[in-house]
């Protein structure tokens, strides 16, 4: 078996990751190529969770701007799962067991999360994929991705976004924005970069949990990330 450089890791993917050049819902083949990578690493030997965002179906700051903040982001929670949802059937299309566990108890559909059950979950080779952010409002899908994390004590977190590592400045609106291969969590704090927001910037920091940002617009990314390739940008402590 080829050799990895993580043995669990958790990758953390925005809701804006699964909908493409669509913007909004959920792009199959996007799904889908995504979930051929992951289960490239599970294959490898890697035990994989999943945070996924709900970006894609409801945005709480955006879409529910005249709505009382704790119901906008309840809101963006169900959203999550519906993502969830999907990633678990498109991967157990392609053979492989998982499990969803919601912070938010929805039994009929998803197990509810429990640390033990997680980690038992995962030292079996099942994919787990974790929705409804922490569960509780105020507080983002980069938080839950960090708690997760954390909780079931993960190597790295991989964190697909939607450019290809952390710059000094959005490469959008500034061309000059110099790229970063390594960079640590009190310098992202200090500047100001939004790598995550900043309570699971504290949380990775305090808890020494490093950090891979990369570009998922190639999802082979994945599989260069947990093969310790050079790709997009460490932050660690």
Not at 89 to 116: C, H, N, W
Not at 149 to 168: F, P, R, W
Request: net charge neutral; charged share 25%; glycine share 8%.
């Amino acid at each position: 078996m080829e050799k990895t450089k993580y043995k669990r890791v958790l990758l953390k993917l925005s809701g804006e990751a699964l909908a493409g050049k669509d913007k909004t819902g959920i792009n199959i083949k996007v799904l889908g190529d995504i979930c051929d990578k992951v289960k490239e690493i599970v294959e490898l030997g890697v035990q994989v969770s999943i945070v996924v965002g709900g970006g894609n179906f409801w945005r709480g700051r955006r879409n529910g701007e005249q709505m009382e903040k704790t119901t906008a982001d309840y809101m963006g929670m169900l959203a999550t799962t519906m993502n969830a949802l999907a990633l678990q059937d498109a991967l157990e299309a392609r053979g492989l067991f998982t499990r969803v566990q919601t912070a938010i108890e929805m039994s009929k559909i998803a197990e509810p999360y429990i640390k033990r059950k997680a980690t038992k979950h995962l030292e079996k080779g099942r994919v787990v994929i974790f929705a409804c952010g922490t569960g509780n409002p105020y507080f983002t899908t980069d938080t839950a991705a960090a708690l997760r994390a954390v909780e079931t004590e993960a190597d790295v977190i991989l964190l697909g976004k939607n450019i290809d590592g952390v710059y000094s400045a959005d490469p959008k609106v500034d061309p000059t924005a110099e790229k970063y291969t390594e960079i640590s969590y009190t310098e992202v704090l200090t500047k100001d970069l939004k790598v995550m927001d900043s309570t699971a910037t504290a949380l990775c920091k305090d808890n020494n949990m490093p950090l891979l940002v990369f570009g998922i617009a190639d999802p082979e990314n994945i599989v260069r990330a947990v093969k310790g390739e050079n790709v997009g940008t460490t932050v660690s402590c």
